[in-house]
C-alpha cells in the first residue's frame, strides 16, 4: 500500500546526531499520528494531530519533537537520542467524521531506528 | 478510555477456524470496536469494525452481543499467512483508541 509513506525506512544515529524521520499521507486524511514500537511491547501513541494542531501528547520526552506543517505531512526530529529509544517508528492517519462509524488508521511502513 | 483484555496467544492449525475474543467492560454508548493485524516489522492494517450484533467481510467476522462488553473476531479456514498480532480497540475517534498488547496467533502447517 502507499496511502501512508516513511521515509527512511531504516535509520543508525549517533546519540549526538540530529535526524528527522518524515510521514507524508496521499489518502486526504485529517488526522496524523506516531507511533513507537519496542521490542515486545504494545504499540505506544506518542503524538496526535488533528487538523494539524497537536491535540496529544503523551508524556513523550523532548528530545522528541513533532511537526506537522500541513494536514498532509508529519515530521519527528530527533536529537540526543538514548539507545533505549531504538524501536520501530510508526506513522498513522485517519480521516475524523461524525455519523454511524468511527474513523480508522491507515498505517505506514516504519522507520527502524537504531541509537548507537 | 475504555479498557481491553485479549488472550496472550494462540495456536491453530492451517484450515481451522479461529475465534479471537476481546473484553471490554467498560465499554462506552458511542464506542465502536475495532480489529487490526499486524506482521513482524510493519504496521497494523485494519480487518474490522462493529458497533453491535455481527458484521462480516471479505477477511473476517466479528460478533458482538447485546451487552457489548466483548467481541469475538472470527477468521474462517486459516492459512500460515495469517500469523500475525491482533489487536482488539475500543472507542468513537481513532485517538481516543490504545493499542493493547495483542493476540499473537500462530497457525501451524
Known amino acids: 500500500e502507499t496511502g501512508v509513506t516513511q521515509t527512511p525506512r531504516h535509520l543508525v544515529m549517533g546519540m549526538t546526531n540530529k535526524k528527522s524521520l518524515k510521514c507524508e499521507q496521499h489518502?486526504?486524511?485529517?488526522?496524523m499520528y506516531w507511533y513507537k514500537q519496542s521490542a515486545k511491547k504494545p504499540l505506544e501513541l506518542m503524538f496526535v494531530?488533528?487538523?494539524?494542531?497537536?491535540?496529544e501528547n503523551n508524556s513523550v520526552p523532548s528530545r522528541f519533537s513533532p511537526e506537522c506543517p500541513n494536514s498532509s505531512h508529519l515530521f519527528l526530529h530527533l536529537h540526543t537520542l538514548q539507545p533505549e529509544d531504538s524501536a520501530l517508528y510508526l506513522c498513522?492517519?485517519?480521516?475524523?467524521?461524525?455519523?454511524?462509524?468511527?474513523?480508522?488508521?491507515?498505517f505506514g511502513p516504519g522507520t527502524r531506528l537504531t541509537v548507537l | 478510555l475504555a479498557k481491553t483484555t485479549q488472550p496472550i496467544s494462540m495456536d491453530s492449525y492451517e484450515g481451522q477456524e479461529v475465534n479471537i475474543t476481546c473484553s471490554h467492560n467498560?465499554?462506552?454508548?458511542?464506542?465502536?470496536i475495532t480489529w487490526y493485524q499486524q506482521f513482524p516489522s510493519q504496521g497494523p492494517r485494519f480487518i474490522i469494525q462493529?458497533?453491535?450484533t455481527k458484521v462480516t467481510n471479505e477477511v473476517a467476522s466479528l460478533f458482538i452481543p447485546a451487552d457489548r462488553k466483548s467481541s469475538t473476531l472470527s477468521l474462517p479456514r486459516v492459512s500460515l499467512s495469517d500469523t500475525a498480532v491482533y489487536y482488539c480497540?475500543?472507542?468513537?475517534?481513532?485517538?481516543?483508541?490504545?493499542f493493547g498488547a495483542g493476540t499473537r496467533l500462530t497457525v501451524k502447517p
Open positions: 494531530y488533528n487538523f494539524k494542531e497537536q491535540t
Open positions: 462493529g458497533y453491535k
Open positions: 498513522a492517519s485517519s480521516q475524523t467524521r461524525e455519523g454511524d462509524s468511527t474513523d480508522t488508521q491507515y
Open positions: 467498560n465499554i462506552a454508548t458511542n464506542d465502536y
Open positions: 480497540l475500543v472507542g468513537d475517534r481513532s485517538y481516543d483508541m490504545r
Open positions: 489518502l486526504g486524511h485529517n488526522a
